[in-house]
């Protein structure tokens, strides 16, 4: 069973910066694209950035283009978030997931797309 956990989030000011990360244990975690969602309260879950199964092909909401980045290391089962100039409405509950298929170039923009979730880190931006 694929399991996920998300660590990294936190309080921060406005202009801040945090780098979320995602353990996951699985056998074949360098198989699977893999995505990082969040939710705010009163919101809809949406997607925040996605990453092929390779790493080589990355793809940003709007809303976070030019302030997110996000990465992997497979060899250690690895994804991450790296979240610059954070603002206000960044806030929100932090999920990563991974990709229901194998070898998809790219992380999937549809949440019903990933079959497996981590429970969510809480990063809050102060204005």
């Known amino acids: 069973q694929v399991q996920l956990v998300e660590s990294g989030g936190g309080l921060v000011q406005a202009g801040g910066s945090l780098r979320l990360s995602c353990a996951v244990s699985?056998?074949?975690?360098?198989?699977?694209?893999m995505g990082w969602f969040r939710q705010a309260p009163g919101k809809e879950r949406e997607f925040v950035a996605g990453?092929?199964?390779?790493?080589?092909?990355?793809d940003y909401a709007d809303s976070v283009k030019g302030r997110f980045t996000i990465s992997r290391e497979n060899a250690k089962n690895m994804l991450y978030l790296q979240m610059n100039n954070l603002k206000p409405e960044d806030t929100a509950v932090y999920y990563c997931?991974?990709?229901?298929?194998?070898?998809?170039?790219?992380?999937?923009?549809?949440?019903?797309?990933?079959?497996?979730w981590g429970q969510g880190t809480q990063v809050t931006v102060s204005s």
């Open positions: 990453i092929g199964w390779s790493g080589g092909n990355t």
């Open positions: 997931a991974q990709d229901s298929s194998e070898f998809r170039g790219r992380g999937p923009a549809a949440e019903d797309e990933y079959n497996f």
């Open positions: 699985g056998r074949y975690f360098s198989r699977h694209a």
